[in-house]
């Protein structure tokens, strides 16, 4: 089995630059909130100003980890070669391309669609597209399709840019003249690396997302609320619905703070149990989705009787 490095390109060093730039802002910013966090619960000045800076911190620290992903894919991306098919590799996972389904190799797609063209580039390239013919084009590659290999199975097309790429396509043809040994299946094989089948899993996907959405809105609504608080905020209510208990105003802070909790508890228990309980898994996160429901309610009951 021979392999090939991808060619190099400045897709990864673009990709760690920004990830440099990303994480610095958001350690910069991290520092700057982390004082006014540090004190007692009670001193905490909440207010718009600081969700925004708490937002920002989260999004970068998001964004670092997307480009960290990108950068380690373009760098570890390679291919693979034996009689019977080519193996695309990147960060543990493996995708397989039947040698005896190649029908064509062509040397470039200059009208070939692909998705969120702005961003692609970045680290290498990713997802689906369309070839010019309209054909469904997956990308491997650190160069766009314009300057890749081609590849036209029956169905699909793949995107790859091996280094030495004269050697790659005549090792390729004479694979195909000879034949494959043992059929093999178009598959993309997820790796344990970063958990890539639960994050591709589309309801736990966008269950953590919503949940997600859902736990910050409801941070931003607090804080839009909590400078105009009393002191002491009625916590606790008797069946009939009157004011049983009053409480300091900081301890309102703990609804969103214990919400977001059970979402980073419920996604940790997901990732364990992904591979032996799929089920379980997704019914966690969508757990996670009701418990924001039930948190938002709490904290509007709380605020809008203060």
């Known amino acids: 089995m021979q392999r090939w490095n991808t060619k190099p390109s400045p897709g990864p060093w673009i990709g760690l630059v920004l990830l440099i730039i990303t994480a610095g802002g958001g350690i910069f910013l991290g520092l700057r909130l982390g004082p006014a966090l540090l004190r007692p619960p009670e001193e905490w000045a909440v207010d718009l100003a600081l969700y925004g800076e708490l937002v920002a911190v989260v999004c970068l620290t998001i964004l670092a980890g997307v480009l960290a992903y990108r950068v380690a894919g373009g760098l570890t991306m390679g291919y693979t070669m034996d009689r019977n098919g080519i193996y695309i590799h990147w960060l543990g996972n493996r995708a397989v391309i039947p040698i005896d389904d190649i029908e064509q190799i062509d040397s470039g797609d200059r009208h070939a669609r692909i998705p969120l063209s702005f961003l692609q580039g970045v680290g290498y390239y990713w997802g689906q597209g369309r070839t010019s013919k309209g054909q469904r084009l997956h990308l491997f590659s650190t160069l766009p399709p314009d300057k890749c290999l ?40 997820p790796g344990r690396m970063v958990f890539y089948a639960f994050w591709s899993d589309p309801v736990v996907r966008w269950s953590i997302l919503l949940a997600f959405g859902l736990n910050l809105l409801l941070l931003g609504i607090l804080a839009g609320f909590y400078p105009e608080l009393a002191a002491n905020i009625p916590m606790r209510f008797d069946p009939t619905g009157q004011v049983a208990e009053l409480r300091p105003r900081h301890q309102v802070l703990f609804l969103p703070l214990a ?48």
Request: net charge positive; glycine share 4%.
């Open 150 to 189: 081609i590849l036209h199975t029956s169905n699909d097309a793949y995107a790859v840019s091996p280094a030495r790429r004269d050697t790659f396509v005549q090792n390729l043809e004479q694979r195909r003249r000879i034949g494959a040994v043992k059929p093999l299946s178009h598959a993309q094989q």
């Open 259 to 306: 919400a977001t909790g059970l979402l980073l508890l419920n996604t940790a228990l997901g990732l364990a149990l992904y591979r032996r309980e799929e089920t379980g898994a997704r019914l966690l996160q969508v757990a996670s989705v009701l418990a924001q429901v039930l948190f938002s309610v709490a904290v509007f009951a709380i605020i809008t009787r203060s």
